[in-house]
């Protein structure tokens, strides 16, 4: 691992979502090190996120929701893997039951890790632990939709993988872990059935 002078590390928005900024030095390829830079990092913790399969049904369940920034950019609800921010303390696997349940109804059956992946790492420390996730028809508990005292409006929507898979290829879904676990599932699940 190369050098990393922290010369100075300030929060400069402190609220759901932190922002720090911070000065420093990095070794550089060649073994110099760079001039000082001043750095924003958007801080929001660690996430979580499965592309979830009801095997009785053969579809892959996925989440309709608003998003104002992407709603800036011309696309406001949009299609998404089943995800939510780990809370401090919390396993992994344990947030992610939590969210699948919380968001689409569902206990686990099974839950197999995919990788864990920073979502945009020139700008933000966020980091997603994505899952596939088996449910069947007898694991369905309630409704979804979300929690409202987080005021989520989630529509539950149930695609099969065929459809799931000629959406991301043709911008019917945007949303980039959404993306790579439709690819991962494509590739890696069925390709060994």
Known sequence: MKKVNVEHKKRIFDDFFKID?????????DGSMSPTLRILNFERGDGVAAIVFNVDTDKIILTKQFRYPAYTRGEGWIIEAVAGMQDDG????????????????????????????????????????MYYAVVNNSTKVSSGGGLDEENEDIQVVEYDLDQAIHMAQTGGIMDAKTLYGLLWLENIVLKSM
């Open 21 to 29: 900024e911070v000065h420093l030095q990095h070794e550089r390829f």
């Open 90 to 129: 919390m396993d992994p696997e344990d947030a992610i039951k939590k969210e699948i349940l919380e968001e689409v109804g569902y206990e686990v059956e099974s839950l197999s890790f995919m990788s864990s992946f920073f979502v945009s790492p020139g700008g933000t420390s966020e980091r997603i632990h």
